[in-house]
Nanobody, 122 residues
Framework: QVQLVESGGGLVQAGGSLRLSCAAS????????MGWYRQAPGKQRELVAT???????NYADSVKGRFTISRDNAKNTAYLQMNSLKPEDTALYFC????????????????WGQGTQVTVSS
């Protein structure tokens, strides 16, 4: 199996920063895309940022210029540096990863973590 564990969430004042980490472990041959999503109370889960194994990134318009996604392929870990946080960034942040579990796996499977809470006070 594959497990994703997020960490780094917490309570921060508006304008502050947090760095989230997502560590993937288990039966992993390779990981293509890793991503961060978030879900605020009463709202649908939305994309925050994604990054490919080659380092190509994609961001939601709402976080461009404030958040930076990165990854360490050797550690199967993704990071989300969040700066200039706003109260509207308050949400449960989830990590996901498209994982090939063996060399024989042609189509990756998507796995999700349990989430880490980010709360930004005004």
């Amino acid at each position: 199996q594959v497990q994703l564990v997020e960490s780094g969430g917490g309570l921060v004042q508006a304008g502050g920063s947090l760095r989230l980490s997502c560590a993937a472990s288990g039966s992993i041959f390779s990981i293509n895309v890793m991503g961060w999503y978030r879900q605020a109370p009463g709202k649908q889960r939305e994309l925050v940022a994604t990054i490919t194994s080659g380092g190509i990134t994609n961001y939601a318009d709402s976080v461009k210029g404030r958040f930076t996604i990165s990854r360490d392929n050797a550690k199967n870990t993704a990071y989300l540096q969040m700066n200039s946080l706003k109260p509207e960034d308050t949400a449960l942040y989830f990590c996901n990863a498209d994982v090939r579990r063996t060399i024989m796996t042609h189509i990756p499977s998507t796995y999700w973590g349990q989430g880490t809470q980010v709360t930004v006070s005004s």
